[in-house]
């Protein structure tokens, strides 16, 4: 089992930054790939970053590539979602997940076995 909470969302002027934070608990979080999904007011969740067990690759919707950057501390059992120059189409609340066992192609579906309870990102322009 992975539990995993997210924090560092709030509002923010377009062009800033946030750093989201995902802290998970259970010994299987350092073999689990982690994405970051969004969900927009009245639209469905997407895809938006995603980075496999070691750290040594990281995935991104292109709407968010250049801008955007995952990582993790498996030390620290977190992982990272940094937002440079946000914009108001980046609205929307923002969801860490885990899957314990993927392919490349699964990482960007949203077939992920454990999921935080979101923190939204608000940006005002």
């Known amino acids: 089992q992975v539990q995993l909470v997210e924090s560092g969302g709030g509002l923010v002027q377009a062009g800033g930054s946030l750093r989201l934070s995902c802290a998970a608990s259970?010994?299987?979080?350092?073999?689990?790939?982690m994405g970051w999904f969004r969900q927009a007011p009245g639209k469905e969740r997407e895809f938006a970053a995603a980075?496999?067990?070691?750290?040594?690759?990281?995935y991104y919707t292109d709407s968010v590539k250049g801008r955007f950057t995952i990582s993790r501390d498996n030390a620290k059992n977190t992982v990272y979602l940094q937002m440079n120059s946000l914009k108001p189409e980046d609205t929307a609340v923002y969801y860490c997940?885990?899957?314990?066992?993927?392919?490349?192609?699964?990482?960007?579906?949203?077939?992920?076995?454990?999921w935080g309870q979101g923190t939204q990102v608000t940006v005002s322009s």
């Open positions: 980075l496999d067990w070691s750290g040594g690759y990281a």
């Open positions: 259970g010994r299987t979080f350092s073999r689990c790939a």
């Open positions: 997940a885990a899957k314990a066992t993927y392919s490349r192609s699964s990482l960007e579906t949203l077939n992920y076995d454990y």
